[in-house]
């Protein structure tokens, strides 16, 4: 089962910066989405890997 993450970060910058981390770590690049308008990563993962993504977003200090 697929779940979806969302967080509010400060800076394109920083959105680069976690797309970045997420890609190293193995995340498809089709699996995330990057809303610059909006300053959001949308992480499209299965829900067994959903500690380890929220450990990499939050490395980046979402401000949600």
Not at 20 to 45: C, P, R
């Amino acid at each position: 089962m697929s779940k979806t993450i969302t967080k509010t970060f400060k800076s394109v910058d920083t959105l680069r910066n976690v797309n970045d981390d997420l890609v190293s770590t193995g995340i498809e690049q089709n699996q995330i989405f990057i809303d610059e308008a909006n300053m959001q990563v949308k992480v499209m993962i299965p829900a067994s890997t959903e500690a380890e993504i929220l450990e990499i977003l939050g490395r980046h200090q979402p401000i949600d």
